[in-house]
């Protein structure tokens, strides 16, 4: 990792060495020839006002991001919005408990909704309450029955929270009133069980959930009327096709190596590290921070991820191990002399050269480990030196052309220009 750090005064001038910073990964970036998205994050334990990420786009990555098409907008999963719509309950009608025997799934409940009231019930219609520990408390979250919580997303919007995890048999034993499979946000508060809510419980909306007894589930339970949100975070599954919180079109969902990450990290750290310095007034302030990184060995597998054929890799020029690889062939020692001198030239006008000139490996040989290597140029000394000539091949494009040997400096820089 390559990492840098800024200090100023004023929240201004973070945001100013921010943005350079961020201008200066753009323009490496760029010349590296990669493909990228900076994409919204979320500072995690980093903390801060704010962060981004550069993500490469690549099937193998390890992180996923939406992107909308439409309008540009892009986040990573866990910082992806959704908004919350009010809803109208005036007509809805009181909440009613209704027999729901063996139905401790989504799915069966469900299935018995259907047989009682003959139909049009989804996932979509109930409330999935997935009891949680958070640093030692029991909290409840709230999502759509058809989506699962997604626990990271969750993790990294419960500011503070260090330790997350399910509950387990051993906690509803020790919490009888809270039942397996049949758990209902209303009357969380006289238990003090805080709840959190996925946007998509909007104020307003009626569901159907457990009863908090077994066997029984409720409909009509109305969020705001039935039950009390103590705060509502992003933490279900984010799905393509979703809405884009900007333009409202839906949103793809890619995956991606993570290339670098910048953070707004604000005073933080320097008020724990009581850092100081005075100012023009000559008062002690306390410093903002901002932080920076590139994964320099993430680049690099993101650039062999997007610059690659089915004969080997095809690299950027900034980048490749060397510009031009010259392969020499020949049973005589004339195309190993010429190749070596070439190789001087080349490296006396400023480029990277990398040679192969052994003896004991056939032209087919070579020719697959240059493809395989995938320096922009490959330059091969061999027949063509009857004429006067070498081969000069484009790594990527496959271009082939033959040069005189005179001329093949020359050739060779005016196609890494």
Known sequence: ????????????????????????????????G????????????????GSEEFLAPCETGEDTYVLCEKCGYAANVEAMKTVVVPVDSKDIGALEEIDTPNTPTIDSLVEVLNAKFGGGFTGADTLKNVLLIADGKTICVLVPGDREVDLKRLQANLPGVQELRLFEDEDFAK????????????????HSLPLYADPRIAPGSSWVTGANKKNAHARNVVNGRDFKVESYIDCAEVRAGDTCPKCANPVIIDRAIEIGHIFQLGRKYAQALDLTVLDSDGKSQVVTMGS????????VAAIAEQSHDE????????IAPAQVHIVATGKDDTPFDVAEKLALQCESSGLRVMLDDRRDASPGVKFKDAELIGNPIIVIVGKA????????????TGERSEVLLADAVGAVSKLLV
């Open 385 to 396: 030196l009857a004429d006067g000539k070498v081969e000069v091949r484009v790594r990527k």
């Open 34 to 49: 990669l493909k990228y998205n900076i994409v919204s994050a979320v500072s995690g334990a980093m903390g801060g006002s």
């Open 175 to 190: 919490n009888p009133h809270l039942v397996k499979g049949y758990v209902g946000p209303q009357g969380a508060s006289k």
């Open 311 to 318: 004969i080997g890799l095809c690299w950027p020029q900034e």
């Open 292 to 299: 920076y990184g590139i994964g320099v060995s993430r680049a």
């Open 1 to 32: 990792m390559k990492d840098s750090y800024s200090f100023d005064l004023t929240d201004e001038g973070l945001i100013d060495s921010y943005n350079k910073h961020r201008a200066a990964y753009v323009k490496t970036f760029d010349r590296l």
